[in-house]
């Protein structure tokens, strides 16, 4: 976790990369908005052993234009807000909205799978 006035970047370069690598070993490819570009961000990529795709918007594209990969992030994020537990931070501990997210989602797997 970071404060509010941490640029993303950083973030990603000091924490979530190599926590992302700890945690997740068979993660190869990481998809990231222009926001993440830069030096700061490929080192700390390359440390992890992590490739690092920026998607970018096209140039010829005017108004709305659904980013690729983008969508997966914010379709993701929909969903778990459909659940009302979710719809608010309001737990005290980190561990318990992780718990309530991996419920959610295996209750979206489930209705899928049935």
Do not use: C
Request: net charge positive; aromatic share 6%; proline share 3%.
């Amino acid at each position: 976790m970071t404060t509010a006035d941490a640029q993303d970047r950083d973030a990603a370069a000091g924490a979530v990369l190599p926590r992302a690598s700890e945690d997740f070993p068979t993660l190869n490819k990481v998809w990231a908005e222009a926001g993440y570009q830069g030096p700061v961000v490929a080192d700390a990529a390359k440390e992890a052993r992590l490739e690092v795709e920026i998607v970018r918007r096209s140039e010829k594209d005017r108004g709305f234009v659904v980013q690729k990969r983008r969508w997966v992030v914010e379709r993701t994020n929909a969903w778990l807000t459909r659940q009302r537990r979710l719809a608010r931070d309001d737990e005290r501990h980190e561990h318990s909205s992780e718990t309530f997210i991996h419920i959610a989602m295996t209750g979206l797997m489930l209705r899928r799978l049935a």
